[in-house]
Structure formats: structure tokens, C-alpha cells
């Protein structure tokens, strides 16, 4: 999306708070923006609140019990907050949940084609796109007659990211993609995932708990604790900063009181 000659901001999260069950907080004033054609992680740890920012980006987090108590939402710069899952799916907001969630007893074609459900596409158009699927995960070729539940987890990630794109989505939202892979699948995913995004302009905000292999993937980064935003920057200044590296990438001793006392860029910092 460009307006003026510059990029804007595909999704926009403003001051969100966002509560389980009436009583959980979960996210408190988080505030993001991934712009149109960029790639962008969540990183943090366990329980940081970066699944919680995807299914509040994607509305899927009233199917848990959730819900938005503050804040907006804006998708291509429409309020959403309030707005229908099943709606942001029809224009472009398509998200894959962690732990890959294939129907297990189906076919890995099958699978993929339940992400086309909603569009009214001919025979014709439905075996190209199948075939686009395919072109990117040649092992789901191999497998497109298996039971999804009788392949490995990265033929089921593979599937699970292959049925998101033939919903054609503008946004797609990447759960976890890594958990439970062995480094060289989640190499080939990270790699397919950017290839789409150069080729084609595909938005994407990956939640990443493997902060080194998503930085090595993506534009731009925000850390989360606690449901806030602590730090956000391009990929290379967060693998430059010290704090980062020692509480996420890995390296060294940080004192962690200072680390999480202060985001160390504006929310809103400008990516390309």
C-alpha cells in the first residue's frame, strides 16, 4: 500500500489491552505497525503475549475466551477492532495458528484446499494454485494423497502455511512456524516465507520465539514482555544490541532489571 510515495502501515495495533476470561491481562498498551510489503517478527518468550498480538490482529482472540478492552485496531487503515474473523479473512488478514492445526484425518491436499473455502474458484484456477503450492513445497507433492496426520511436523507446517496462501492473504500471520522443527525445515520455511514477500510484496508478522533465525529472515523487530512492547528496531540494530543478544540471542550476562526498563525506540519507530 503506498499513499504519497511512501509505504504505509498494512496493520496498526494503538494502546491495545487485551484480557482472558475477565480477568487475565494479557496485553497492556501494546502498540505495533508492520507496514505493507515488509516482514516483521514478535519476539520474546514463553508467555510474553506474542500469540495473543496475533489473534488479536487476526479477531480470532474472542474464539478463546478473550477480548480488546482498550485500544484499536487498524488493518490498511480501517478500524477493526470490532470487526468479523471470518470478514478480515475475506479481505487479506489470514493467520496460521501455532502448532500448524491440520485436519489430521485429511489429505494434505485436502488441507490445502480448505483454505480456499470461502473463494469461488474454478476447477481451473484451484489446480494452478495448487500447483503454486506445490511449486514452493515440493515435499507436499509427494504427500498430497498421505493423511495429514501420518506426515512429519514440517510437512504439516508446510501445509498449514500452503492453505493460508490459497486464501491469498495481503497479511499473513505466522504463529511459532519453528516449534518442534529441525533447523534446516525451519531454514527452508523462513526462506520460502521471504521469497514470497520479495516476490510477490506479501506483508508478514511472524511471532518467533528462535529470535537468531528470525532476525536473519525479517525487516524489522519488536520485543515483548508482559504484554508490552520493551524494545523494536531493524533486524541488524536488535542482533547489535547487547541486551538483546544476551536475553534472547544468547550471548553474554545483561542485568535484566535495565534491560526491560524502557522500550529502547519510540513504538511507532519507522521500519522499512
Do not use: W
Not at 14 to 28: H, K, N, P, S, T
Request: glycine residues 10%; hydrophobic residues 45%.
Amino acid at each position: 500500500m503506498v499513499k504519497g510515495g511512501q509505504q504505509m502501515d498494512i496493520l496498526r495495533l494503538e494502546d491495545v489491552e487485551a484480557i482472558y476470561g475477565q480477568a487475565v491481562l494479557a496485553l497492556r498498551g501494546l502498540s505495533l505497525a508492520v507496514r505493507a510489503g515488509s516482514v516483521v517478527a514478535l519476539l520474546g518468550a514463553n508467555g510474553a503475549g506474542k500469540s495473543t498480538t496475533l489473534k488479536t490482529a487476526s479477531r480470532l482472540l474472542d474464539a478463546e475466551r478473550g477480548q480488546v478492552t482498550r485500544g484499536r485496531i487498524l488493518y490498511q487503515g480501517r478500524d477493526v477492532t470490532r470487526g468479523d474473523p471470518a470478514d478480515l479473512v475475506g479481505q487479506g488478514v489470514v493467520q496460521v495458528l501455532e502448532g500448524r492445526r491440520c485436519f489430521p484425518h485429511l489429505t494434505i491436499e485436502e488441507n490445502l484446499l480448505m483454505g480456499a473455502s470461502h473463494r469461488r474458484l474454478s476447477r481451473k484456477a484451484r489446480a494452478t494454485e495448487l500447483e503454486a503450492v506445490y511449486a514452493l513445497f515440493p515435499r507436499l507433492r509427494e504427500q498430497r494423497s498421505s493423511r495429514a496426520g501420518y506426515t512429519s511436523g514440517g510437512e504439516q507446517q508446510m501445509a498449514a502455511i500452503g492453505r493460508a496462501l490459497l486464501a491469498r492473504p495481503k497479511l499473513l500471520l505466522l504463529d511459532e512456524p519453528s516449534m518442534g522443527l529441525a533447523p534446516m525445515i525451519v531454514e527452508e520455511i523462513f526462506a520460502i516465507v521471504r521469497g514470497l514477500n520479495r516476490r510477490e510484496g506479501l506483508s508478514v508478522l511472524v511471532a518467533e520465539q528462535n529470535a537468531a533465525v528470525a532476525l536473519a529472515h525479517v525487516d524489522f523487530g519488536y520485543v515483548i514482555e508482559n504484554g508490552r512492547v520493551v524494545h523494536a528496531g531493524t533486524a541488524a540494530e536488535l542482533q547489535a544490541q547487547d541486551d538483546i543478544q544476551a536475553l534472547y540471542l544468547g550471548g553474554g550476562t545483561v542485568d535484566v532489571p535495565a534491560a526491560r526498563e524502557r522500550p529502547r525506540r519510540p513504538q511507532f519507530a519507522v521500519h522499512p
